[in-house]
C-alpha cells in the first residue's frame, strides 16, 4: 500500500511563500504522474499542477500559472510545489495525488492559509 504524506503547509501572510513537500512511502518513479489539488470550503477539488514520472511539467492550473511550481527529487522520493506571491484565494487544503493508471493514491492533506 502506497502512503503519501504532505507537510509544509502553514498560515502564511499576502505575497508570502511556501514550500509543500510529499513523500511517498515506496519508488515514486512507479506513478506515471503525481500531483498537487486543492480544494476550499464549499469548493470542489481542483488539480493545481502535475508533474510526469520523467519530470515533465504537464499541468499548471491559470490561477496559479507564474507563481507555484511542481517538482520532483526522485531520490528522495518526494513531490514538491513551490507556491510564491500567495495570494487569500490560495486558502485551502492541498493534497497530494499519484497516478498508477487504474491505482490512485491520496495523501491526508495539508492546510494552507494565506491571510494578513
Known amino acids: 500500500q502506497v502512503q503519501l504524506v504532505e507537510s509544509g503547509g502553514g498560515l502564511v501572510q499576502p505575497g508570502g511563500s511556501l514550500r509543500l513537500s510529499c513523500a511517498a512511502s515506496?519508488?515514486?518513479?512507479?506513478?506515471?504522474?503525481m500531483g498537487w489539488y486543492r480544494q476550499a470550503p464549499g469548493n470542489e477539488r481542483e488539480l493545481v499542477a502535475r508533474?510526469?514520472?520523467?519530470?515533465?511539467?504537464?499541468y499548471v492550473a491559470d490561477s496559479v500559472k507564474g507563481r507555484f511550481a511542481i517538482s520532483r527529487d526522485n531520490a528522495k522520493n518526494t513531490v514538491y510545489l513551490q507556491m510564491n506571491s500567495l495570494k487569500p484565494e490560495d486558502t485551502a487544503v492541498y493534497y497530494c495525488?499519484?497516478?498508477?493508471?487504474?491505482?490512485?493514491?491520496w495523501g491526508q492533506g495539508t492546510q494552507v492559509t494565506v491571510s494578513s
Open positions: 495525488n499519484a497516478d498508477k493508471g487504474s491505482l490512485t493514491y
Open positions: 515506496g519508488s515514486i518513479l512507479s506513478f506515471n504522474t
Open positions: 508533474i510526469t514520472w520523467v519530470g515533465n511539467t504537464d
